[in-house]
């Protein structure tokens, strides 16, 4: 069987959820992949998951990074592969393999992301998140990690 091209697009977590974070990568191009392999740790701003590939195959372009903030439907991976059953993902003839995207820009302070263990942790400690002053986002994509909290709570406390 010929193998083709697919355009793996970022997914869809539900009607309220329009973006994800990329928190790790575990491929890259070139990497031979089985099929449900985990290639990625992705957070939206309910949970953190593993992504996993969709089908046997070779990566041939993974345009994105960790810390990257992506918004559903936008392509995700390119991988080669001869499952027929994805045939409907095909790559456009004669498209070039997508680039890596540009850094995000730095958000001001006012305007922090929390992820949702960051939250929890924030709030379990009685601290309102809205109320922490001086906390370091550290986290992908710029936003505020349990780490950061729990560094931040440890700090408070000396």
Known sequence: MASFLIDIPVPSM???VNELTVIGLKTKPGDRVAKGQKIAELESDKSVFDYEAPADGTVIALPVKSGDVLQSGALFLRLETEDASLRHLEAK????APAASAPAAAKPAAALV???RATKMAQEAGVDPAAMTGIEATGPGGRVSGDDVA????N???
């Open 156 to 158: 408070r406390k000396s």
């Open 14 to 16: 539900g009607a309220t």
């Open 93 to 96: 003839p004669g498209a070039a």
């Open 151 to 154: 560094r931040w709570l440890a």
């Open 114 to 116: 929390w992820t949702p």
